[in-house]
């Protein structure tokens, strides 16, 4: 993986801090793996862990562009084409029907002129030129990887929000199962995904 290559090149032997969020989480998984001898803490933010662990598909709010990866690739690309599309053509519409349902403190968020702005940029930037790469990490995602985790003996910290809808709290409480080294769970009352992210980044800079 030549994620994992850059950063054992850039970081060398110094500490690293190593921070997945959301379906990020699959990925710093995978680097953490492939690295263990290197000093490496890693945080998990509303992480999303494997799907064969648990009957997660319908508390999550991407449930549907899950299963279809999963079972349906010509309705997944139909779904990926449409989203696309709408994110170059009209992102604040997406935004707001990602957020519709929006739980916890995350349904504060859509008020949140600055928020709301960066969420479009990111839209933009990952279904807009990035979408092949968006799809290969999804249809990589849905494919069994709870094997992974026993290989990963680094330090693990687990942030999770108690009402989130997009990683439910059980995903994040069978992930620390399953991690051989999870040496704190903190779960967040009322938060819920992005509001999560917020609070471990504030507590962690």
């Known amino acids: 993986m030549r994620l994992t290559a850059m950063i054992a090149e850039v970081c060398g032997d110094e500490p690293i801090r ?13 680097v953490a793996a492939r690295i ?32 279809a990866a999963m079972k349906h690739p010509r309705r997944f690309a139909a779904l990926v084409w449409a989203q696309s599309f709408c994110a170059q053509w009209f992102p604040g519409v997406l935004t707001r029907f990602l957020f519709a349902a929006a739980q916890g403190d995350d349904s504060l968020l859509k008020a949140d002129e600055q928020f709301t702005r960066s969420y479009r940029d990111v839209l933009r930037a990952c279904l807009g030129a990035g979408r092949a790469s968006y799809k290969a990490e ?15 003996k680094h330090p693990v910290t687990i942030w999770q929000g108690s009402r989130d809808n997009w990683t ?14 999870v040496q704190a769970f903190h779960m967040l009352e009322g938060q819920s995904h992005f509001s999560a992210l917020r609070t471990a980044l504030a507590a962690l800079a």
């Open 36 to 67: 263990p001898k290197k000093p490496l803490t890693l945080h998990l933010v509303s992480p999303a862990g494997p799907l064969e662990t648990g009957d997660y598909l319908g508390a999550m709010a991407g449930g549907p562009v899950f299963g």
């Open 18 to 30: 190593l921070i997945g969020f959301s379906a990020g989480a699959y990925v710093a998984l995978q």
């Open 138 to 152: 999804i249809e990589s995602y849905v494919l069994p990887w709870a094997g992974l985790l026993p290989a990963v």
């Open 168 to 181: 439910p709290p059980e995903m994040a409480e069978t992930l620390a199962q399953l991690l051989p080294n």
